[in-house]
């Protein structure tokens, strides 16, 4: 029984051993991996701040310079797009602008097809209708220009007719 406990101490420490120094390992892969990350992360606020304009005295000249050209890179990506979106907006909206001036023109020449037609057909439509009683609250005409008649003579009587 001595031996048996021996033994199962021998291996229970070559076994769990091995695992603890499997673990070990991994926390500390971990722990050099987070410090990396870590350091990257305050590289890349570092950056940002100079940037920003800010902690610029820690920089040389080169850095400045290197920070002065990537601005204007970066201004210069900002304005083309700028211009691009502003290209494409004016184009849309003329488009826009031909498409209304072609439904304008289609109207017109529609009106003076119907314009047309009515005098072929002798038939008044409803737009000239409305044109005459415009032209005749206007004042009155004869159709020969604007003359003006003030009496005007017919047939007409007001009462029973003769006998």
């Not at 990537?70 to 494409?88: F, M, P, Q, W």
């Amino acid at each position: 029984m001595q031996k048996m406990m021996e033994r199962y101490d021998i291996h229970r420490s070559e076994y769990f051993g091995a695992e603890r120094l499997q673990k070990q390992q991994f926390v500390q892969e971990v722990k050099n991996e987070m410090a990396k990350t870590l350091d990257q992360i305050e590289l890349l606020q570092l950056h940002c701040r100079k940037l920003m304009g800010q902690d610029l005295d820690s920089c040389s000249v080169e850095e400045l310079k290197e920070i002065t050209i990537k601005l204007e890179k970066s201004l210069t990506i900002v304005r083309s797009r700028k211009a691009k979106l502003n290209e494409d907006t004016i184009e849309k909206l003329k488009a826009e602008i031909s498409g209304e001036k072609e439904v304008l023109n289609e109207t017109s020449s529609l009106r003076q097809m119907e314009y047309m037609l009515s005098f072929q057909f002798e038939e008044p439509t409803l737009w000239m209708h409305s044109r005459s009683l415009e032209s005749e609250m206007s004042g009155p005409s004869c159709g020969y220009g604007n003359m003006n008649i003030s009496d005007v003579k017919t047939e007409l009587s007001i009462g029973l007719p003769e006998s």
